[in-house]
């Protein structure tokens, strides 16, 4: 059974960096799609950043040179680092993993994930 659990949320003022970690267990990264999503009330899940089998990361066009995804394969856990938050990034962040290794970046849609965390928030206020 794979188990994801996010932490590290919190609130924070515009400018200002947060960390997100997501720990697994029954599951290894180089095993399928991993990464990183996100929703705000009313909206759909989106990507925001995800890692594939070989470690290649993959980015969503408005978080890019702000975000850096990362894993430590020793401590089954896969982070968030988020700088220069914005107010626009405040959201339910979530951890999802798949076994399906194809088409792995940061459009790849929420459906076609079957594994998730119960999220953290994250909150940027201006």
């Known amino acids: 059974q794979v188990y994801l659990v996010e932490s590290g949320g919190g609130s924070v003022q515009a400018g200002e960096s947060l960390r997100l970690s997501c720990t697994y267990s029954?599951?290894?990264?180089?095993?399928?799609?991993t990464g990183w999503f996100r929703q705000t009330p009313g909206k759909e899940r989106e990507g925001v950043a995800v890692?594939?089998?070989?470690?290649?990361?993959s980015y969503a066009g408005d978080v890019k040179g702000r975000f850096v995804i990362s894993e430590d394969n020793a401590k089954n856990t896969l982070y968030l680092q988020m700088n220069n938050l914005r107010p626009e990034d405040t959201a339910m962040y979530y951890c999802?993993?798949?076994?399906?290794?194809?088409?792995?970046?940061?459009?790849?849609?929420?459906?076609?994930?079957?594994?998730w965390g119960r999220g953290t928030q994250v909150t940027a206020s201006s």
């Open positions: 029954g599951y290894t990264t180089s095993s399928g799609c």
């Open positions: 999802a993993a798949d076994y399906t290794k194809w088409g792995c970046t940061a459009i790849r849609g929420a459906g076609s994930f079957v594994y």
């Open positions: 890692i594939d089998y070989n470690g290649v990361p």
